[in-house]
């Protein structure tokens, strides 16, 4: 015993001291955030800067994956780093619809901030309490803390920061359907998961009840998911693994009750993969007698049941339902709304940033993640500056050669460009101004002739979408940014400023997708990877399991993930309800 | 890929076809239970028995140690088995402990009562649900849906039994101590380990705020756990190493202010155990600098302070607490005070069996571990009858020839008796004659000679602990009784009746103490094992963690239960708030 003691302790030891080996890239879902409370604090606490160290203070909101892949990367020692959150922990999003079946355990997708920031081997500060209001004139932020306690502790802290990380995520859209809140499950949250997989639970015992007649049976055991995309989709399918691999057996009398429905506004599920993923999932779900009903528009539930309304005939039936979750769409948390306000930024449904990751409107802000999008400049806005720029001799006409010598720099600052010659399988920037005269022999153009060359570009310009693939890689960016500051004042290596002298600091952000997974349940799983690189089967769910598994925040997590793994393949899922 | 999966199916369908594996003695700590609430329900379902199998019907209610080593170990088959809790699972309530500082997962230590009952191969029903009354008059029980619903749902089931176990177990007592209910944890469920853990970090996370005083930091990290039994000398030793080991390195700013407090009313903790194992666990506790308070007695607690009395001086003081933990006595289970105010038992805090664990009064009706207790015959109440059945010839005199003839069936009858004899180191019957009348001539005994040499028997007598461990052997004895039922209604195997003609069917329960663990923290552990050995330190625990493997209801759990200790080695306890 001794020598397994000793040993056990050597590797403890290993891992502690090699804080490195947990050091892993981080890519996939959704972020942690605050929520809005209205303040009737008398009191409030006012933190200021460490005036002594002469360090700027960071204060980052959130814990999700653009805060978390931010700190992980961030020179700790060069700040005064402060992080503001509800949650005190990172979750692993991506798999928390396995959390729902019992899949994977709540705590293996875990791991404590301070955790996260203590590998790191410098010092940032957590605080558990969430912002509420964001004073970017005064560069203060208004928190409080998110454990109910005694009103003397609920007072107000007061913020102050140099530099302000907003990455607080987004919140459940409901589209104000009447209803939801109330009656509804949502699948954005640790505890959401941990709700859900009680529930399920609950809906079988309660249907294995003596006094239930067939009618209320159906009812209870009719669970119905709300949105087809990718979480909808994996939350559908593994509730019907667990149904069909574990409870079946454990409630024989009941199982031939069970339903479970997908609803989609749209005409299809999975709309943002590939058609032969769509397709196949389709099919998948109608093997396994999942009751998909496309174009079908959710208007009311209520305790007992959900109305819904086809879009093509406009018929409103009502259908019973045991459990629901609404995974469709997200929204605007109440702190970013009001931010929005502030700055002027009214008709958006998201913060604005710019293609560094600044808020709009105020210096010092940059936001990531779920809460923000890239406000990509369009390049119709700058096409006669840019005309100007281009013709150094002032002719009013434009080379080929004057437009050539320009093109990187425009191709920076407007990405589009780029995308716009690869889907049109152009080869450069004379292929473009060929295609817009239709000949070969223009070799000079004027201003009407550019904005008719380039008027089709800014079509290309595309939203990036709300993943946790998003927020990571914006985290890291942004991250490098922060760490080459001082560096990069001396030493801009951006593209040119088309408005105004010089070169932009940094390079502006650059997303790219690594490819994107829809697990199906019976151990398949679709993945669209980079190139259009389709798969679909048990060999994408042994990719799925090795990605997961690699992209884990921590070794414990990781280990943890795993052996859960193996677990359910040994013993299957756990059905007991806590 | 395809041959490691081949493989985990291979090993996940070997134990799936051998439930056998998973069938392991069961020994150890508290049951389930039901909770009365108050029924306005207007409708109810009437379950009648299965007229066609005219099986029996058990009604078992309760999940615990008591209810599942019986349901475990009856014979299914023979009996309509219906079983009926609010908790759809078994709990290793022995580990609740481990479980409020993460060293082990509540899903570790929970089983699911369906997959007992389908590893048995038989059919059992299982109903969440909890009784609320017993009508012993016309064998019925009356039950409510644990969960909240429609009021239609809520209806109440009334099940005819032929049989009932009673197995609710017992709640916690908290002598009226005015705040207790409001502001303690305290730790019988898995849910209350889990509340307590995320009270912990709760804590640690309240007192890092800015906006907190040093006298709050004290305050929010004061522990307080009140009463020195197992429970909650094992819960202070866990709380003191995840402090010491997880939480300072993550909380360093405040570990400073840490304290733990344990209240005990009485002179020592830990006195169910040898005297040798209180000095160490007080010594061990003095060196960790929890602070040990005995004799003093909890009167008072609000949401902020808890108000002691000093048993030597009568001195009260308040001292404020950030979490306290209630961990003393056992408390009557409304249901189980309300049955025994119907049959007639008003005056006692558990219902009382005889020593065939039959409720007294109720003649279909058994209760086992901790809402029952064996109301063991007093010897001197049967004195008379035992002289005249020993008084074959009558002669009004008793020979030592004819008191060896009767005394296996009265040792069998009454165990006092033995434990009297191995006590005062008699070596047999003839010794207790002499030792009553003090010399060695006496060959005959009239009444009253034969009473005072049994006088002093009864002082033997012992209440049994209310422990898993007792309800666990209950839970197999009353099991194989059942199982034995028809063939001893024939050949009974039991002590003749003192007060009747013919035999008992069934030998009287006896218990048979395998040993006790009291783990101390930082991997040492007191063990108390039978013939009073004694071992205390690392090497105990080390059998701490071999015995509570083996005892693990399931390989599932076997399986988490190791793992998490092996995590917990490698990684540490987890400290996010989920």
Redesign the interface.
């Known amino acids: 015993?001794r020598i397994l003691?000793s040993f056990?302790?050597k590797?403890?030891r290993f891992?502690k001291d090699h804080p490195r080996y947990s050091k892993l890239l981080v890519v996939a879902a959704v972020s942690g955030g605050s929520l809005l409370a209205y303040s009737s604090s008398n009191s409030s606490?006012h933190?200021t800067g460490d005036s002594e160290s002469k360090k700027k203070r960071i204060v980052v909101l959130g814990t999700g994956w653009g805060a978390t892949s931010y700190l992980k990367n961030l020179d700790l020692a060069s700040y005064d780093v402060q992080v503001v959150a509800p949650?005190?922990?990172f979750a692993f999003t991506p798999l928390l619809p396995s959390v729902t079946c019992?899949t994977v355990?709540?705590?293996s997708i875990?791991?404590?901030i301070?955790?996260i920031i203590?590998r790191r081997g410098a010092s940032a500060t957590?605080?558990?309490?969430e912002c509420f209001k964001i004073d970017a004139k005064n560069k203060k932020v208004h928190c409080r803390?998110v454990?109910k306690?005694?009103s003397k502790?609920k007072?107000e802290?007061i913020m102050d920061y140099d530099y302000l990380i907003v990455a607080v995520g987004a919140r459940v859209n409901t589209f104000n359907t009447p209803g939801v809140e109330e009656n509804c499950h949502f699948l954005k949250e640790?505890?959401d998961a941990?709700r859900i997989r009680r529930s399920v639970?609950?809906c079988f015992?309660?249907a294995?009840?003596?006094?239930?007649s067939e009618e209320?049976k159906k009812k209870h055991l009719h669970f119905v998911v709300v949105g087809g995309g990718p979480t909808g989709v994996e939350f559908a399918a593994e509730l019907h693994d667990f149904v069909k691999e574990n409870l079946s057996?454990?409630?024989p009398k009941v199982k031939d009750f069970v339903k479970i429905t997908l609803l989609e506004a749209g005409d299809h599920i999975l709309t943002m993969f590939d058609k032969r993923i769509t397709a196949f999932a389709e099919e998948k779900f109608k093997r396994d007698v999942i009751d998909l009903k496309t174009g079908s528009m959710v208007v009311e539930v209520t305790?007992?049941a959900i109305r819904t309304k086809e879009r093509s005939s406009g018929e409103v039936s009502s259908v019973p339902y045991g459990m629901a979750v609404w995974s469709t769409g997200i929204g605007t948390r109440p702190l970013i709304s009001e931010f929005m306000q502030q700055i002027g930024q009214t008709t958006r449904r998201v913060l604005a940033t710019d293609e560094w990751l600044r808020v709009q409107g105020s210096d010092c802000i940059y936001a990531l993640g779920d809460c923000a999008s890239i406000n990509q400049r369009r390049i119709m806005e700058d096409i006669a500056v840019i005309f100007s720029k281009a013709d150094k001799d002032n002719s009013g006409k434009l080379t080929v050669k004057q437009f050539q010598d320009v093109i990187t720099d425009i191709c920076e600052r407007y990405p589009q460009v780029k995308l716009y010659l690869k889907n049109k399988k152009l080869k450069g920037v004379s292929d473009l101004l060929k295609d817009s005269e239709g000949k070969d022999n223009s070799t000079e153009l004027d201003i009407e002739k550019f904005k008719s060359a380039l008027s089709q570009v800014d079509s290309e310009m595309k939203m990036l979408p709300a993943t946790g693939q998003v927020a990571a890689q914006e985290g890291v960016y942004l991250a490098n940014c922060f760490n080459q500051m001082a560096e990069r004042e001396k030493n801009p290596v951006g593209p040119p400023r088309i408005r105004g002298e010089g070169r932009h600091r940094f390079h502006p952000f650059r997303y790219k997708h690594l490819g994107q997974f829809a697990p199906l349940g019976g151990e398949q799983t679709a993945a669209q990877l980079p190139g259009d690189w389709v798969s679909i089967g048990?060999?994408s769910q042994?990719l799925w399991y090795s990605v997961y598994a690699s992209k884990q925040v921590?070794?414990?997590t990781r280990?943890?993930v795993v052996?859960d793994w193996?677990?359910r393949?040994?013993?299957g899922r756990?059905?007991?309800?806590?």
């Open positions: 015993m003691s056990v302790e590797g403890s891992y606490h933190v949650r005190n922990y019992g355990e709540a705590r875990v791991e404590p301070r955790n203590k957590f605080w558990e309490a803390p454990q306690s005694e502790d007072e802290i640790v505890e941990q639970i609950d015992e309660k294995s009840l003596p006094n239930i209320e057996k454990l409630y305790n007992n048990h060999s042994w921590s070794w414990r280990t943890m052996s193996m677990r393949f040994i013993f756990d059905s007991s309800r806590i």
